[in-house]
């Protein structure tokens, strides 16, 4: 079982995850969404396609830009379509 969790609150818990680039990206489906706020932050990898993100807040405190997605990922990476993945110090263990 995968999990992410950040400030204390599990964001994320998945037994169905992908992994792409030493990253682990989350079904859609398992993400806690009342932890996430939308973000205008857009990157652009030359192998998945452009990323939006998310900003995630727990109890009063902000993680900017902290989960993200791809949604129309390229071709090569269309596993990762529906996922969210996480950094800036959310854990995750799997």
Known sequence: MAKAVWNGAVLAESDDVELADGM???PESS???EFLKNSSTISTSP???????YTVHVDGQENSDAAWYYPNPKPSARKLKFHITFWRGVEVSK
């Open 31 to 33: 993400v806690k969404r």
């Open 47 to 53: 192998t998945r396609g452009q990323a939006r993100y």
């Open 24 to 26: 682990t990206f989350f």
